[in-house]
């Protein structure tokens, strides 16, 4: 059965550093999204992505996050300069259509230090 | 602020028995309506969706939705020891793309 899949599944950085999270949508998909779940609280959306383009952010996603989907498989979310609050976990998410069920990757533990 | 509403829980049902879990949402515009498992460091796992009001079953699951009273439920009939997780509900945004989820009802099992 196709699945998301995500990697790295845990992240160490240090406080300003630079951070790719990647993501490899379900083949046919045609929607994918970043959503994140700081520990003990619920999964916040991020970005959704459609078209090459995005098609719609949360106030999270401020100017320090990007993504970018570099070929026809890859989805990334880069986070510029880490912050201690970024720690979370990231969840990739793909569906076939605006309204079809979005499927879950793994998640990256993403540890700010 | 489009929120999506559940009762944190815990929720105790013993073995064998119906566990009836319940969201209200806020967001009007909402057309579609999930239910995710989540287990303790894992990432959510769809169970179902509906977008009709009434009743969608699917296996011992079965979801009710009320637009009027913007309310969603999910009932596990015969619930399992193995259910014992967080249930998420999530609605579609209303431009359709982004899912709002509610903080989760954590469900336990009891054998």
């Known amino acids: 059965e196709p699945e998301v899949t995500q990697t790295p599944s845990h992240q160490v950085t240090q406080m300003g550093q630079e951070v790719i999270l990647r993501c490899v949508p379900i083949s046919n998909h045609l929607y994918f999204y970043w959503y994140r779940q700081i520990l003990g609280q619920k999964v916040e959306f991020l970005v959704s992505?459609?078209?090459?383009?995005?098609?719609?952010k949360s106030e999270i996603f401020d100017d320090q996050f990007s993504v970018e989907r570099p070929d026809g498989s890859n989805f990334t979310l880069k986070i510029r300069s880490t912050k201690l609050e970024d720690s979370a976990m990231y969840f990739c998410a793909s569906r076939l259509g605006v309204y079809n069920e979005q499927f879950f990757g793994p998640g990256t533990r993403l540890t700010v230090l | 602020q489009k929120e999506v509403e559940q009762n944190s829980g815990p929720l105790s049902v013993p073995e064998g028995a119906i566990a009836s879990l319940n969201c209200t949402y806020s967001d009007r515009g909402s057309q579609s309506f999930f239910w995710y498992r989540q287990y303790s460091g894992k990432s959510p796992e769809l169970i179902m969706f509906i977008y009709s009001n009434g009743d969608k079953e699917d296996g011992r699951f079965t979801a009710q939705l009320n637009k009027a009273s913007q309310y969603v439920s999910l009932l596990i009939r015969d619930s399992q020891p193995s259910d014992s997780a967080t249930y998420l509900c999530a609605a579609n945004s209303n431009s359709g793309y982004a899912l709002n989820f509610g903080k989760g009802t954590s469900l336990l099992v009891t054998p």
């Open positions: 992505f459609y078209n090459n383009e995005i098609s719609e």
